[in-house]
């Protein structure tokens, strides 16, 4: 059996509807970042924040910038968050931050934005966007490695030189203390 174009119930297409759900995840996760208390569910919401994004990427047509965001920002940065927490051993947030204190200049500095993108959405001319990215993994890597080689070198000789300034770093603090 065949699956229809549309969703059944909701007359809507079955990439909008997995749309609104990864864009309703990313949302929702985004705010249990900002207001859970326990900082280590806070952290795990910003890995399922991260992953819906991931999601939306690969639907728009970039499993290359989706797969970059699963490996660098929920592989690394946000593992490494969590890492970081835990070894802290900090989980509860004190009773009241001190970004809590400028909760009405944030609630109206919130609705400014909000208004401004609303007019952004509403001004543009959606029929003239093409969200489909052509350039397929391929074409990027023959890119990358013929016309771009040497920036891709450099980027890689100065990212070794940082890991080995930081262990080199943290060898002589080693010693010091």
Not at 88 to 98: C, H
Not at 105 to 131: K, R
Not at 165 to 170: E, K
């Amino acid at each position: 059996m065949a699956i229809p174009e549309t969703v059944p119930v909701l007359g809507m297409s079955w990439d909008d509807v997995l749309f609104l759900f990864f864009a309703g995840a990313l949302i929702g996760c985004a705010i249990l970042v900002v207001t859970l208390r326990d900082i280590i569910r806070s952290g795990i919401a910003l890995v399922a924040a991260f992953a819906a994004l991931a999601g939306i990427y690969a639907m728009l047509g970039a499993p290359l910038v989706a797969a970059a965001q699963v490996l660098v920002y929920i592989g690394a940065i946000a593992i490494l968050i969590l890492f970081a927490i835990m070894l802290t051993q900090a989980k509860n947030a004190p009773g009241q931050l001190v970004f809590q204190t400028q909760a009405l200049p944030a609630a109206l500095a919130s609705i400014v934005l909000a208004v401004m993108v609303a007019l952004a959405v509403a001004t543009t001319d959606w029929g003239a966007v093409d969200a489909r990215i052509a350039t397929s993994t391929d074409a990027l890597a023959h890119l990358l490695f013929s016309q771009y080689v040497l920036p891709f070198e450099i980027v890689g000789v100065l990212l070794l030189v940082a890991v080995i300034g930081a262990v080199f770093l943290a060898k002589r603090d080693d010693r010091e203390a």
